[in-house]
């Protein structure tokens, strides 16, 4: 039988870097693409194939996917879609440049990649593209607002991308974490410094209460519900596997509480529930 290939994004920790170390633990080829060079560097010392990918520039999602067709003559089953990153702050004080900055990686960047990719797939008469979500995909809460409209619009597309590749026997997966043990919130400190002016803002105190304290503690103790990066792993596994996957999968207690809530709620009540969290 052959060996299954599988590309990821965003492999350089957290959930993209667990992705990748389990799922070639499973048997699958795995091809784990990072932005910058030094953690390739890194991967590759650690025994996984590792290259170049930045969702913010078409021309390495072409040479990567160039680099693991050659490498597997011409074929790859499945993509994992993980790559995005946090831009905290409360809307009002987000340019528009800002929000086009987050975009580009969690959005279009995802769109430029199933674009190049959906053409290997049509050629060999199948495939899997698993988009990495969120809870926030589908509900939200305060301070994350630019997060969350990337995540909702990635919702909307896996689920019509979905419906328009079930006649080439390509399918789409959503994974929906909730709170997942990673570098996000480290890594969200210099879009917030590069776009947020914070002590200009009308909230400035609810910045100094809330925020701020979040944002750049140190405190290694996990958060409530906190998983780690192995959970999403698990149902990405099922997701790539299962003769038959579901649309979606929820990751974590508060994304079945969320979806329930969603489902169940009249929006003025969720949203007192919400604003609390």
């Known amino acids: 039988m052959t060996q299954k290939s599988l590309l990821i994004t965003g492999c350089s920790s957290g959930i993209g870097y667990d992705a990748a170390k389990g799922m070639a633990a499973r048997g699958w080829r795995v091809f784990a693409t990072c932005r910058k060079l030094e953690d390739c560097v890194r991967l ?51 340019s528009t440049d800002a929000l ?13 990649l199933v674009r190049q990719t959906v053409p290997i797939m049509r050629a060999q008469g199948h495939g899997r593209i698993a988009l990495n979500s969120s809870v926030l995909g589908f509900t ?19 689920d019509t991308l979905r419906l328009e590749m079930a006649d080439a ?16 919130r480290a890594k969200s400190r210099p879009h917030f410094e590069a776009w947020v002016d914070w002590r200009g ?27 780690p990066p192995s ?7 099922h997701a790539l ?10 990751v974590t207690t508060p994304t079945y509480a969320a979806g329930i809530l969603k489902r ?7 949203d007192r529930i919400l604003a609390r969290s």
């Open 100 to 112: 086009r900055e987050i975009f580009e990686t969690n959005f279009f960047g995802v769109h430029e």
């Open 169 to 184: 026997n390509i399918q789409t997966i959503l994974i929906e974490p909730g709170p997942i043990t990673s570098k996000i």
């Open 241 to 250: 596997e299962s003769r038959r996957p579901r649309p979606r999968y929820w």
């Open 44 to 94: 590759e010392a650690e025994g996984l194939e590792s290259f170049v990918l930045d969702h913010t520039d078409p021309a390495t999602i072409r040479a990567a996917l160039a680099e693991a067709k050659g490498r597997t003559g011409g074929t790859l089953d499945a993509i994992f879609a993980n790559g995005a990153f946090g831009l905290p702050g409360a809307l009002e004080d987000l």
């Open 201 to 227: 803002s009308p909230r400035r105190a609810q910045y100094e209460a809330s925020l701020l304290k979040r944002l750049y503690s140190d405190s290694d103790k996990p958060d409530r519900f906190e998983l």
């Open 140 to 158: 939200t809460i305060r301070w994350r607002g630019a997060y969350v409209s990337t995540k909702f619009a990635l919702e909307g597309y896996g």
């Open 231 to 237: 959970a999403v792993t698990r149902k990405l596994a």
């Open 264 to 270: 169940l709620l009249p929006t003025r009540l969720a």
